[in-house]
């Protein structure tokens, strides 16, 4: 109702280097892991990526191991562990949701108005 109309909108900025570094260690906890994969690395290559497209990411390429597993017809295996090269493929296909653009005119909304959207 009423109180709605009065809602302030915050720009919140996407999450920092180290922010998505823990985002994918958090995701990641229940999934098999290839023990070359360098979250680091992941973190550095997902500039601009939100909360939320990290956990997409994380759930693409465990799917690439379950999809192969189906289809060796093993449907009673494990899926092997999630490798580094899983998570770069799937990055390369995946931009972040919110275009470097459209965070400059968040950024610049937030200077000149004090948070408020």
Do not use: C
């Not at 999934?31 to 759930?59: N, W």
């Amino acid at each position: 109702g009423f109180l709605r109309r009065f809602q302030r909108r915050i720009y919140v900025p996407p999450p920092n280097r180290e922010a998505r570094r823990a985002l994918f260690e958090h995701y990641t906890r229940f999934i098999r892991v290839s023990p070359d994969v360098d979250f680091g690395i992941l973190a550095e290559k997902t500039e601009g990526y939100s909360a939320s497209d990290i956990k997409d990411v994380v759930m693409e390429a465990h799917l690439i191991t379950i999809r192969e597993l189906f289809r060796s017809g093993n449907i009673y295996g494990e899926p092997r562990p999630v490798t580094m090269d899983d998570f770069l493929y799937v990055i390369s296909k995946r931009k972040p949701s919110i275009s470097s653009e459209l965070l400059k005119l968040y950024e610049e909304w937030s200077k000149r108005f004090g948070g408020t959207l």
